[in-house]
Every structure is written in C-alpha cells, then in structure tokens.
C-alpha cells in the first residue's frame, strides 16, 4: 500500500473521530497492551473517569468477544484458551460528542440466528429489566459454547447509554461478518 492510501486511511479515521483502531489478529497480551494505549489516551483527554471507565469495560468486553468468539483463529495444540489469537477489528472513537466502541469479528454462520436473537433480547430491555437479567445470569451456569460467563453482551448493554447497534454481513460461505457498536 502507498503513502497515500495510508494518509487517506489515516485522515478517514480522524474524520470519523476514530482515536484508537487495530485491525489483525488480536490475544490477551494485545488486548492488554491495547488497554494501556486507551487509558493513556483517555487520561490525555482529561476524560471524566467515570466515563473512562464504562469505554475502557467495554472495550475490554467486545475485545474479549472477538479474541473467544472469531470463527477466523489460531489455537496452538496443548495450549489453554487464554492463549487464543483471533482475526478482528475494534475501535474506539467519539461521535456528536459521546464515545463508541465497536468491533467486528467473523462468525460461524451457524451462530447467528441465536446471536441475533440473544442481543435483540438484550436490547428490548429496560434498564431496570437488564439490571434483573443481569443478575439472573450471573446465578446461571454459563452457555453451552461459552468461553466466559455468557455475561459479556449483557455488561456492554448495561454499560452503555444507548441501545447496542448490532448488524450481520453474510460472507457466501458458512461465516457472517459481526459487528457490535456501543455508545458511552
């Protein structure tokens, strides 16, 4: 790729008001390091840490989500799940003055009418609802297939200041691209 397409790369990015991205394979010690890159950011920006808080939790969460559930991974023989390296893209930006996360993953076209399904559940749900639901799950064993406590959609709704967006790209072969945006 020439200068020119990475400058024009660059510039779309602060036209969108994107201040963190990483696209490529992401692990724990990305996500970490990645985190560390945020907080620093969001320090420089004298952001409330209040709101510091809930973008860096749901960054962790939606980075968290791409590393467990990309379809697109790489897991070397004998080793725990927490050494995962999965293919995806999170970002983190500001938008009409409030910030977002958002990240995009490949998934088993098999998952999705029961992702679909889970998160149009999830939006459907008062604040009060959510905080029940919340709890609810939290006494549950987790999901079958889950890598976590099939808590991580519900902590991104419940940190969030606006119904999750969410959408599905069908790839013509058995993989859908995700993508979940969330507004702080």
Do not use: W
Not at 95 to 123: K, M, S, W
């Amino acid at each position: 790729m020439l200068a020119s397409d990475f400058m024009a790369f660059h510039e779309a990015s602060r036209r969108n008001g994107i201040i963190l991205s990483f696209g490529g394979d992401l692990s724990e010690n990305v996500l970490f390091s990645l985190g560390e890159v945020l907080k620093l950011r969001m320090q420089q920006g004298a952001t409330d840490a209040g709101v510091s808080k809930r973008v860096f939790s749901i960054f962790v969460e939606q980075a968290q989500n791409v590393i467990r559930y990309s379809a697109d991974k790489l897991v070397p023989h004998g080793t725990p799940a927490g050494s995962m390296v999965s293919a995806g893209l999170i970002v983190v930006g500001i938008e009409d003055g409030r910030f977002f996360v958002a990240c995009g993953n490949e998934v088993p076209g098999e998952h999705v009418t029961a992702l679909r399904a889970r998160l149009d559940h999830i939006v459907g749900l008062s604040g009060e609802e959510l905080k029940k639901y919340y709890r609810e799950r939290l006494r549950q064993p987790a999901e079958e297939g889950s890598l976590g406590g099939s808590i991580g959609l519900i902590e991104i709704a419940r940190r969030s200041s606006a119904p999750v967006e969410y959408d599905f790209q069908a790839r013509g072969d058995d993989r859908s691209f995700f993508c979940l945006k969330a507004f702080i």
